[in-house]
């Protein structure tokens, strides 16, 4: 069933993305602030992908980049529907909807500034599940929708047009080009497709679980309860329906740089329960792998997010501190980001991980939530 989000449900729109988001995404703080100045009393329908008519066109919306720049980077807030615009130029056909193409971090609020400005649905699902750090790593492309052509924006009115057929590598590769060149931020639009494609390629109604796991935890917060079950039980309904507890623990360490378009890094945190033990995370942007004492306990693409460890509150990767109270959690990813073909595209080996791909519900890990 379609809703209609109004600004008050940002906060909490904000919250469920970066969890989402796995450390990576992007600051969806500051694209609620866009949305909301552009939004002001109004509102934005989202259309559920079973709404959508199948001849309909939709246009996914995005911002590319690393986060560690995106914090000192404030986007002007046109340069997302300068993409659209210049894509349906180039297309020579008006979108129906827009989309996210990932529902982690800021990429759950970039097509929100769209829908605002222009008046556009935005489509309850999107092309990751998550976030994942390449354009390429998309269900869309893996079940057959490709994303050239790519319209990409820049804050000062630049357009570019990127075409490589079916080639969404090569789409990434100069796109990610540009994106540095105009400092390390760039707004698309690209993956453009019919309403039919949406319901047989993107991951259903994320936008609308990413404000429901901020809502539940707010509201647990409020009622002094746990924060963490609240979690659990929003997403024991969904296609996300295992959460463990990979570790409770203190951040001890944290390397971090910007490097080919991308924030790069390893965080290392001592486990409460023993300390003598090492727990580590690598991230490109997201948060891919997670071992414990050199064992795996959590890989791409399942979701490896780590919150504060009272509060449940998300850390970005950007965010993380020596010295921070946390606690790592495991999330399980759709069975259609699974697959063989899924895994090709955004599993262990697209990373260059050694690691084989190991649900997280069968990991080494605490009990379930």
């Not at 995404?25 to 259309?47: A, C, F």
């Not at 052509?149 to 969404?168: K, Y």
Request: hydrophobic share 45%; net charge negative.
């Amino acid at each position: 069933m379609s809703w209609q989000l109004t600004a008050a449900d940002l906060p909490d729109l904000a919250r469920g993305a970066t969890l989402l988001g796995t450390g990576g995404g992007g600051d969806p703080y500051i694209g609620s602030m866009l949305v909301r100045r552009v939004l002001g009393d109004g509102s934005i329908t989202v259309l559920d992908p079973e709404d959508l008519d199948d001849d309909a066109f939709v246009i996914p919306t995005a911002q590319m980049g690393a986060p560690t720049v995106m914090v000192e980077k404030i986007p002007a807030g046109t340069e997302p529907t300068l993409a659209l615009r210049t894509l349906e130029s180039h297309l020579g056909r008006a979108a129906d909807a827009t989309m996210p193409i990932e529902c982690g971090g800021i990429n759950s609020m970039i097509p929100l500034v769209v829908a605002a400005e222009t008046g556009l649905p935005v489509v309850d699902a999107d092309g990751m599940g998550r976030a994942f750090p390449e354009l390429s790593m998309e269900t869309f492309a893996v079940y057959g929708v490709h994303g050239s052509p790519l319209a990409l924006a820049g804050e000062r009115g630049e357009r570019v047009i990127i075409d490589t057929g079916d080639d969404d590598r090569q789409m990434e590769w100069l796109a990610r080009a540009v994106t540095i060149r105009l400092g390390g931020v760039g707004h698309i639009a690209e993956y453009a497709m019919s309403g039919a494609e949406v319901k047989r390629t993107a991951v259903p109604r994320t936008l609308s679980m990413a404000l429901a796991l901020g809502r539940a935890i707010r509201l647990a917060r409020e009622a002094h309860t746990s924060p963490f079950d609240a979690i659990a039980e929003t997403l024991a309904p969904t296609l996300y329906s295992h959460v463990r507890e990979l570790v409770v623990g203190k951040v001890t360490d944290v390397e971090r740089r910007t490097t080919e378009g991308f924030a790069k890094g390893r965080a290392a945190i001592a486990p409460l329960d023993a300390p003598e033990e090492t727990f580590e995370i690598l991230f490109q942007n997201e948060n891919l792998i997670a071992r414990r004492g050199g064992e795996l306990v959590a890989i791409v693409p399942d979701l490896i997010c780590v919150v504060d460890h009272e509060s449940a509150e998300p850390i970005t990767t950007e965010g993380l501190r020596y010295g921070q109270r946390v606690r790592v959690l495991g999330i399980s990813t759709p069975a259609m980001m699974r697959t063989a073909g899924a895994l090709a595209a955004f599993g262990p080996a697209a990373f260059g991980l050694d690691e084989e791909f190991v649900p997280v519900e069968a990991s080494r890990a605490m009990p379930h939530l």
